[in-house]
């Protein structure tokens, strides 16, 4: 678990404000859900599978209930619409907030990590799929990131486990092992594959078949393929060469049951963000057990603040535009602070009495750029001195001219 | 702990987004520390309290470490400055997030609740105290609550209770009673002071003290107050008949040393901020145990928010400005769509193939305010028929009209 001191937290807040922006542009709503929830939702059949639930953080309340930390946010989105079955679908929303993992700490993997997750549900065409995939691509063409998102099916998937002759009971543990494909090679692969009972000729055949990078060269050998199928309808609603078919891309939750993806960027190791179709997991909150489909895609606020802190280096470490530093008149001074606050211009004021060199000297160590210099002559002429902290220069103003200085920036 | 649907969540994040205004536009910047906290930290010295720890939830890793979930913020910033003494002081810093208490559940508690603390750390001078106050009273102003700020000083409560004849070892325990005064009234008062062994003429005294009004009379009593000197130093800053002296104000942390004060609003019972000064904390954190001055409050977003659902009745329950339905081509739908949405406009489309009239009731049903039709006829005339959901009144316009119609609102 990590602090976030004010030079990371400015710009986590400004990943997090641009994000909100983007999906409410996309006709999202904001939703919360609490950190602790029931165990009982939390180790529901589709809440992401053995591993992560071994990461789970427990605890009890007073009443003896069983509780936990979420570990991801889809589970409580799928208990949310199952106890609110009144709401008009499809539903569209964001949910932003820390999750918990109790896994072994190791560089870029922390405990409390805040995940960005935006859902539809109740919408089964694939217009869904390419919505998500498009707001993807609008916000990290708006913070600037060249990413890719690599894009597979799970029915595929399935399909292709099945041609390859593996049977159905092996089939999700065979798409696990895929998972790791660009982690440990082919032949890593084809290990764990033989190690899990299936014959070499089989496995041999799903590898061979994943490594295709066209759908269509997928295609011709699943002429009746529902993947297939939709992938097709999904790619005609895409328009944009930084999506790219992968039938080799497999994910981990266990809960996904078509449309998958997951976005890179070239020369960073983590996926940035990652989601996918889950039409079965919804229902089984529901009293009716009906299945209600849903898509969403969640966001890492970590990976993506380790990229943006790397290429800007030096992070912003205070957001104030002013520091107001006062001679003498300590009321003269609060009341022009006052003035320029109710103005919109967010402005500090000396607080402890210092000198001038040190109030500037305090000015600069947060990168405060202007400081605004209250003093007994300038009173007298009804002015103050404003001094650009970049380049040092004073101009001699009234408290209006200060005012509309900044308006005009 | 509870779940907010996007017609709750809308305005909380507005009421937050407001607060993060505030607090930056009086020099304050953004600091985030972790919910999950080392039990040896929650539990410290200065950290609350026993029957504050008592509430508080408890949990392990899996190496076996003490943890537990905040109860209130304080402390994790008084970590945080201990454990970063490299920061230049004054350090002034918001909180914005959820603590959590394992308490009985009633009407208005709740187990996860939300505050937004601002602290102003490495300032001695009432000025600070002050500045805290003032933007305490902006807010409320921006929100449009006429709220009063009861203020009184720890100093001067224990000046009283020496002047009442009360041993100091009695002096917190009296001054935890007081607290109750306006729930339990004077007669709780005294029969809880005489339970705690306190002779009933020294109580009766203390009770007299604490029900003068003017900072004057209880001046009077006590000539060389160092509480009333930081009093009359306080209110020297502040000029708002809104900020009211009680010398019977006297808050249930133990943490408190100076100043204190709370925000009520007449006709609602609980206080909706309420902080102080706490010069004692923040340097148990410090290797060197040297005190460092520390003064803030602590907004309450549940009674706040209760308040203003209170008074809007009906919330919004979407913030999607328009929505687009398609009657033929979903492409060029799907195009205006993004078009808008590139504009700036918040805009929703169809994704599950409704009819017309399904489509302006899930309009109705989040109160989106405009429908966009993009049928055949229109499209042949390079137009789309924009439908105010209110009036009902529709108009022929070209998706260049339609921005320019929400650029002008």
Redesign the interface.
């Known amino acids: 678990?990590?602090?976030?001191?004010?030079g990371?937290?400015?710009l986590?807040?400004e990943i997090i404000s641009l994000l909100?922006r983007t999906f409410?542009?996309?006709?999202f709503?904001?939703?919360?859900?609490?950190?602790?929830?029931r165990w009982e939702v939390l180790s529901s059949k589709y809440g992401g599978g053995a591993d992560i639930l071994k990461e789970a953080?427990?605890?009890r309340?007073?009443g003896g209930r069983e509780l936990g930390?979420r570990y991801e946010m889809t589970t409580s989105l799928a208990r949310?619409v199952g106890?609110?079955p009144q709401?008009?679908?499809?539903f569209?929303?964001y949910q932003i907030g820390?999750v918990?993992r109790?896994g072994p700490v190791k560089r870029g993997r922390y405990?409390?990590f805040w995940q960005c997750d935006v859902d539809?549900v109740?919408?089964?065409?694939m217009?869904?799929d390419?919505?998500i995939v498009?707001l993807t691509l609008?916000f990290f063409s708006r913070i600037n990131l060249e990413i890719k998102i690599i894009v597979n099916n799970r029915k595929l998937l399935k399909e292709m486990v099945a041609k390859a002759g593996i049977n159905k009971e092996k089939a999700l543990e065979a798409i696990i092992s895929l998972d790791k494909l660009a982690k440990i090679g082919q032949e890593g692969v084809l290990k764990e594959l033989l190690g899990k009972g299936i014959a070499k000729e089989k496995a041999s055949a799903l590898l061979e078949m994943v490594s295709r990078k066209k759908l269509s060269a997928v295609a011709s050998e699943l002429p009746h393929s529902e993947g297939i199928k939709e992938l097709e309808e999904f790619f005609s609603?895409i328009d944009n060469n930084q999506v790219i078919f992968d039938p080799s891309l497999a994910r981990g939750l266990a809960y996904y049951t078509g449309t998958i993806y997951e976005v890179y960027l070239e020369g960073f190791g983590s996926s940035l963000a990652a989601g996918g179709r889950y039409d079965e997991m919804i229902g089984q909150f529901l009293e009716s057990k009906e299945q209600i489909p849903a898509v969403g895609i969640s966001f890492g606020l970590e990976p993506i603040m380790d990229v943006l802190l790397e290429q800007r280096k030096q992070a912003k470490?205070?957001?104030?535009q002013v520091?107001v530093i006062p001679i003498q008149s300590?009321?003269e001074c609060?009341r022009i602070t006052?003035r320029l606050?109710r103005a919109?211009?967010?402005?500090?004021?000396d607080?402890?009495?210092r000198g001038i060199s040190a109030n500037l000297s305090?000015a600069n160590?947060?990168q405060i750029p202007y400081a605004l210099i209250v003093g007994p002559e300038e009173l007298e002429l009804s002015k103050v001195k404003l001094r650009d902290m970049i380049t040092g220069k004073e101009e001699l103003l009234t408290v209006e001219d200060v005012i509309e200085k900044f308006k005009e920036r």
């Open positions: 678990m990590r602090d976030f001191p004010p990371e937290k400015i986590r807040d909100k409410e542009l996309y006709g709503n904001p939703l919360g859900t609490p950190i602790v929830e953080f427990r605890l309340d007073q930390l949310f106890m609110n709401i008009k679908k499809p569209k929303a820390p918990y109790d405990r409390e539809i109740g919408a089964r065409s217009l869904a390419a919505e498009n609008d609603y470490n205070s957001v104030t520091l300590t009321a609060q006052q606050r919109g211009i967010k402005t500090d004021m607080l402890v009495g305090y160590s947060y």
